[in-house]
T-cell receptor, first 115, second 110 residues
Framework: GAGVSQSPSNKVTEKGKDVELRCDPISGHTALYWYRQSLGQGLEFLIYFQGNSAPDKSGLPSDRFSAERTGGSVSTLTIQRTQQEDSAVYLC?????????????FGPGTRLTVL | GDSVTQMEGPVTLSEEAFLTINCTYTATGYPSLFWYVQYPGEGLQLLLKATKADDKGSNKGFEATYRKETTSFHLEKGSVQVSDSAVYFCALSRSYIPTFGRGTSLIVHP
């Protein structure tokens, strides 16, 4: 079946502009995650959605970052007034929400470059 | 808080060499442990996992054993191939949000 898809694959923007990144999870996966991957820094957790529950936003680095998930499926990560330090690969993952044994399924990522 | 420490890369090997990538963790309770692999230009994908102490995860010739006494989950493969060149991430999970290591790049030369 179809895996997790993300769009765009690459995004180049100017400092101060807003960007929207999209994630389509695997059908039937109730959990959705956003991560940021910076060079040599591993994966930084940003936000977690589970069903209709309030999202866990504990990883968002500033109030310029926000995300929503519509209808329990597609999610959009928005970065307002982008800064050069926001340049990174943004990864989305989905899962069946099985707790500590859960396997995450990742999309290919969106590479964001802020000039 | 929880943490995962991996050996720094890159690890450079010749084809058919033996591979070990070290991973140790800090966590309370009984986490599950994972190895994910990221091939160039792709997202991460699960390589193997173990959910309790002394379990061995294995896949595609890779193995790792959950050692609670040494809080380790080292990744091994007896004979690497050029196609194994990728970045390998160790991770742990105690609930819904996993903790990842920084990743170890593996480069295999023909």
């Amino acid at each position: 079946g179809a895996g997790v898809s993300q769009s765009p694959s690459n995004k180049v923007t100017e400092k101060g502009k807003d960007v929207e990144l999209r994630c389509d999870p695997i059908s039937g996966h109730t959990a959705l995650y956003w991560y940021r991957q910076s060079l040599g820094q591993g994966l930084e957790f940003l936000i977690y959605f589970q069903g209709n529950s309030a999202p866990d936003k504990s990883g968002l680095p500033s109030d310029r970052f926000s995300a929503e998930r519509t209808g329990g499926s597609v999610s959009t990560l928005t970065i307002q007034r982008t800064q050069q330090e926001d340049s990174a690969v943004y990864l989305c993952a989905s899962s069946l929400a099985q707790g500590r044994t859960d396997t995450q399924y990742f999309g290919p990522g969106t590479r964001l470059t802020v000039l | 808080g929880d943490s995962v420490t991996q050996m720094e890369g890159p690890v450079t090997l010749s084809e058919e060499a033996f591979l070990t990538i070290n991973c140790t963790y800090t966590a309370t309770g009984y986490p599950s442990l994972f190895w994910y692999v990221q091939y160039p230009g792709e997202g991460l994908q699960l390589l193997l996992k173990a959910t309790k102490a002394d379990d061995k995860g294995s896949n595609k010739g890779f193995e790792a054993t959950y050692r609670k006494e040494t809080t380790s989950f080292h990744l091994e493969k007896g004979s690497v191939q050029v196609s194994d060149s990728a970045v390998y991430f160790c991770a742990l999970s105690r609930s819904y949000i996993p903790t990842f290591g920084r990743g170890t790049s593996l480069i295999v030369h023909p």
